[in-house]
T-cell receptor, first 114, second 114 residues
Framework: AQSVAQPEDQVNVAEGNPLTVKCTYS??????LFWYVQYPNRGLQFLLK??????LVKGSYGFEAEFNKSQTSFHLKKPSALVSDSALYFC????????????FGSGTRLSIRP | EPEVTQTPSHQVTQMGQEVILRCVPI?????FYWYRQILGQKVEFLVS????????KSEIFDDQFSVERPDGSNFTLKIRSTKLEDSAMYFC????????????FGPGTRLLVL
């Protein structure tokens, strides 16, 4: 069975500082990993994905994520946080087929203070 | 940029009533999904739909739920007799089925059952 875990319910960062939102995964076979963001009263927006290739994946709004096979992690990062990055972030995993369902983590609320 | 749309954005209904949530997936997409998010909880898969058939459904998707693609553009989720615990945000998603592609989500319908 596939799953992802987000160990932190909340992450607090000062504006301008680097941020990391953690995610670990458990899959059989190759992982297909995603990050989505949910702003208040809004839907889920796709940020970035890892399918194959470079371990460092770049996505929208200056975010990037590092795939680490040995640690089974896919942490979301940004070099310099903005107040507007404050939102709920979901790590997710999908089966081999792009038609497979997506399984989401529990979410991490990111709060950026001015 | 094409996007998934959902109507209504909010719906309030009485327990036992039927509701239909509507979605217009991205036009060249072939796979359609419904997910739900109970307030404060993670996003859960309900059902996937391809070629006018259910491909997969979760244990949440019981006989009270049904999906339909009544025409070439709409994708609907029907809850026959709503229960209090059906109160949630319901997200529609679609993808074109290409392996590297992700699922794109609509803005959601917030359903409140009283």
């Amino acid at each position: 069975a596939q799953s992802v875990a987000q160990p932190e319910d909340q992450v607090n960062v000062a504006e301008g500082n680097p941020l990391t939102v953690k995610c670990t995964y458990s899959v059989s076979g190759n992982p297909y990993l995603f990050w989505y963001v949910q702003y208040p009263n809004r839907g889920l927006q796709f940020l970035l994905k890892y399918i194959t290739g470079d371990n460092l994946v770049k996505g929208s709004y200056g975010f990037e994520a590092e795939f680490n096979k040995s640690q089974t992690s896919f942490h979301l990062k940004k070099p310099s946080a903005l107040v507007s990055d404050s939102a709920l972030y979901f790590c997710a995993v999908r089966g081999y087929s792009s038609a497979s369902k997506i399984i989401f983590g529990s979410g991490t609320r990111l709060s950026i203070r001015p | 940029e094409p996007e998934v749309t959902q109507t209504p954005s909010h719906q309030v209904t009485q327990m036992g009533q039927e509701v239909i949530l509507r979605c217009v997936p991205i036009s060249n997409h072939l796979y359609f999904y419904w997910y739900r998010q109970i307030l404060g909880q993670k996003v859960e898969f309900l059902v996937s739909f391809y070629n006018n058939e259910i491909s997969e459904k979760s244990e949440i998707f019981d006989d009270q739920f049904s999906v339909e693609r009544p025409d070439g553009s709409n994708f609907t989720l029907k809850i026959r007799s709503t229960k209090l615990e059906d109160s949630a945000m319901y997200f529609c998603a679609s993808t074109n089925g290409i392996r590297r592609e992700t699922q794109y989500f609509g803005p959601g319908t917030r359903l409140l059952v009283l």
